[in-house]
């Protein structure tokens, strides 16, 4: 519960570049008293600064709450702190007489996110800033528009993306997208059209910011009714703050199969002078990247997380395939989303795009299949090749498409025990669920077997989590395992400088 000072709006949440007090209350659902109970409040973000972190609850007796009415927390919210974020936080909670401490985490939102009804919104909660669309387009709906941010790397310098879209397509007659038409000087194509305006959901399912919309192809002259919903997640957390996921479920809604189905992201970008650009690709990393000339500096890109083989992975030559207004047809968009045509990089300096693509995938009616980009960047080449790999650790830890671990014998595969983000460098939310309330154990072992943290809690029925910030931990491959009331369930962890 949140309680502004004087000066506050009084709306009972934190907003940006607003100071205000935290109360917090907690009940004794154990079978002793808690004698001299003491809390301390941690969060998790650089522009969320706890200022009074401390408070004395006394003695909490068994069955009772007591709430932090006399000795609040305090904190402010930086006015730089995007709108509708929700920090990650943790209570740690001591009691004289008893042999335990208690770690529980919550997340508190700042300000308001956007109502629904919007046709474009902005990731913006990391080292990066990204506009995405329920139109198909990303960072804008027209190049260079008012309309949107594009892709600012770092935030707040100018936006690098030129108009980047999503795109399916089976045949040179059937193509689906957002980006250049033909003439390429005239409009882009206009072949998706919204089903559900954006929405931020909050508290994101991944990451600390997400956004759902989605689109179909009803506005292409030979539609095929393929539906997209489109899932977009950015992480505030430092080291994975350089890039934003984009996940599509291509589905099927018609009566017929659809067939031989690519699906891919054109996008193009500008570093400075457009003419000036270069482009690489690594088909292992199944990344398409571009800088500004052969010059240390900026380089940003499209990776494709899923499926774990791409279609193609190419540069896309402006001279060739859209200055000319006799090109950049549907025909030329389906054999770079087939790999058709291919151009592994740049061979000149000039102006530039770039396109990675999965596929082919038939689809039945109902059918759905899925695929995950990732827009990245980074100050150097070899930072932005780091950070792609971080992407896909992400994606792959966190938005679920990796298979069980192999844990050791007695625990068990599929344990109600996760840990988001996985890889993490500064912490993780260890997360559960009960089925009998009761007293929990976190503890977490290195290769070697040798016990490193422990931590005691006790926990209701039902989900719950907490915010693990582990000291004096190396990096490293570390097995977590979760004691509670129902058994115990585990899993790996890898821990990043």
């Not at 194509?189 to 997400?210: C, I």
């Not at 890039?243 to 809604?253: D, G, I």
């Amino acid at each position: 519960m949140l309680d502004p000072p004087p000066g506050g709006n009084g709306n009972g949440r934190f907003d940006r570049g607003e100071t205000a007090d935290l109360e917090m209350s907690i009940k004794n659902i154990g079978t002793e008293n808690a004698e001299n109970v003491t809390a301390v409040v941690r969060a998790f973000h650089d522009l969320f600064i706890v200022t009074d972190s401390t408070a004395d609850y006394g003695t909490v007796a068994v069955g009772s709450t007591r709430v932090n009415t006399g000795d609040r927390f305090t904190a402010e919210v930086d006015l730089m702190m995007p709108e509708g974020m929700m920090v990650p936080c943790s209570l740690y909670l001591h009691s004289d007489n008893l042999d335990a401490d208690w770690a529980l985490g919550f997340r508190l939102q700042v300000g308001e996110p956007m109502g629904p009804g919007a046709l474009l919104l902005d990731h913006d909660t990391g080292y990066c800033a990204l506009t995405v669309t329920c139109l198909g387009s990303i960072g804008s709906d027209r190049p260079m528009s008012d309309g949107g941010r594009g892709f600012e790397y770092p935030v707040g310098e100018p936006n690098v993306l030129r108009m980047a879209s999503f795109a399916v397509g089976n045949s040179e007659d059937y193509v689906a997208d957002r980006f250049y038409g033909w003439p390429s000087s005239g409009r882009t194509n206009q072949d998706f059209e919204p089903v559900d305006s954006l929405h931020y959901l909050v508290p994101a399912a991944h990451g600390d910011q997400h956004i759902y919309g989605s689109f179909n192809d009803a506005a292409h002259p030979v539609a095929k009714d393929i539906e997209i919903a489109q899932h977009s997640y950015q992480v505030s957390e430092d080291g994975y703050d350089d890039f934003v996921v984009l996940e599509y479920v291509v589905r099927n809604a018609g009566a017929g199969a659809v067939n031989g189905l690519y699906a891919g992201i054109f996008a193009d970008f500008d570093i400075g002078d457009s003419l000036n650009n270069s482009v690489q690709t690594d088909t292992v990393r199944r990344l398409a990247y571009m800088r500004k000339s052969l010059m240390l500096g900026t380089n940003v890109g499209v990776k494709v997380l899923y499926p774990q083989t791409a279609a193609n992975v190419s540069a896309i030559d402006h001279e060739l395939y859209v200055n000319p207004d006799s090109c950049m047809t549907d025909a030329h968009k389906y054999r770079f989303l087939s790999g058709a045509t291919a151009q592994r990089r740049s061979h000149r300096n000039g102006n530039w795009s770039v396109v990675t693509s999965v596929g082919p995938f038939d689809l039945a009616p109902g059918a759905s299949e899925k695929v995950a980009i990732a827009f990245v960047g980074g100050s150097t080449e070899f930072k932005m090749l780091e950070h792609a790999d971080s992407a896909q650790s992400w994606y792959r830890w966190n938005v679920g498409v990796s298979e069980a671990e192999q844990l050791p014998d007695g625990i068990a595969g599929r344990s109600r025990l996760q840990l988001s983000p996985n890889p993490f460098s500064q912490g993780t939310w260890v997360r559960y669920s009960l089925e009998r309330a009761g007293a929990c154990e976190f503890a977490v072992y290195d290769i070697a077997g040798e016990l490193v943290e422990r931590v005691g809690f006790a926990a209701a029925r039902g989900d719950g989590s907490w915010y693990w910030r582990p000291t004096g931990i190396a990096q490293g491959v570390y097995l977590a395992r979760l004691t509670t009331p129902d058994g115990e369930s585990a899993a790996k962890v890898l821990v990043l400088d």
